[in-house]
């Protein structure tokens, strides 16, 4: 039997495209929107700041596919304000450079292509993850925001607790 060569990885595959045509599209827009390009620039460095980071605290794990590819469940650094930090990096790093260029279509292909299609990518991994970690992904999951930090709102018990065991800052 002849061995079927490497998976593909659909999801990584689909985002990258998405991501290369969204650039593709925001340069070659005829429109243009009347923006101060330092905008889009601050967006961008923000966005590349944001990746960087990620990137730089993920080291080798950086280089896996949409399963994960190490062998603990990264919850500190950039994954402890939200799991996807990453994708988030790429979505305004998108924003940035629509927003230099000006591009009212690459504006809208960020938030009507590239976006879905980083979230769709994000909820496989969410899987894969749930899948290898079991509960401790469940509580990770259930203390930290999707794409975004999870806001949490005291309860006046809460504070008052604090506050008398000497905890409130």
Same mark, same amino acid.
């Given at each position: 039997?002849?061995?079927?060569?490497?998976?593909?990885?659909? *999801?990584?595959? @689909?985002?990258? =495209? &998405?991501?290369?045509?969204?650039?593709?599209?925001?340069?070659?827009? !005829?429109?243009?929107? /009347?923006?101060?390009?330092?905008?889009?620039?601050?967006?961008?460095?923000?966005?590349?700041?944001?990746?960087?980071?990620?990137?730089?605290?993920?080291?080798?794990?950086?280089?896996?596919?949409?399963?994960?590819?190490?062998?603990?469940?990264?919850?500190?650094?950039?994954?402890?304000?939200?799991?996807? *930090?990453?994708? @988030?990096?790429? =979505? &305004?790093?998108?924003?940035?450079?629509?927003?230099?260029?000006?591009? !009212?279509?690459?504006? /809208?292909?960020?938030?009507?292509?590239?976006?879905?299609?980083?979230?769709?990518?994000?909820?496989?991994?969410?899987?894969?993850?749930?899948?290898?970690?079991?509960?401790?992904?469940?509580?990770?999951?259930?203390?930290?925001?999707?794409?975004?930090?999870?806001?949490?709102?005291?309860?006046?018990?809460?504070?008052?607790?604090?506050?008398?065991?000497?905890?409130?800052?």
């Amino acid at each position: 039997m002849r061995d079927a060569g490497p998976e593909i990885d659909v *999801p990584a595959l @689909v985002m990258v =495209i &998405v991501f290369m045509s969204n650039m593709a599209v925001s340069y070659l827009d !005829p429109y243009r929107l /009347a923006l101060p390009r330092a905008v889009g620039q601050t967006i961008f460095v923000i966005g590349l700041l944001i990746c960087g980071y990620v990137i730089a605290y993920l080291k080798s794990g950086f280089l896996g596919g949409t399963k994960p590819s190490l062998d603990r469940l990264v919850t500190n650094g950039p994954y402890g304000f939200c799991r996807h *930090p990453l994708y @988030v990096g790429f =979505i &305004v790093l998108l924003l940035g450079v629509d927003l230099m260029l000006g591009s !009212p279509l690459g504006i /809208a292909f960020t938030f009507l292509l590239s976006l879905p299609s980083a979230v769709h990518r994000a909820k496989v991994e969410d899987k894969f993850l749930r899948d290898r970690f079991g509960g401790l992904w469940e509580e990770y999951a259930g203390r930290v925001g999707f794409m975004l930090p999870k806001l949490r709102v005291q309860t006046r018990k809460e504070s008052k607790d604090l506050v008398r065991n000497g905890e409130a800052r």
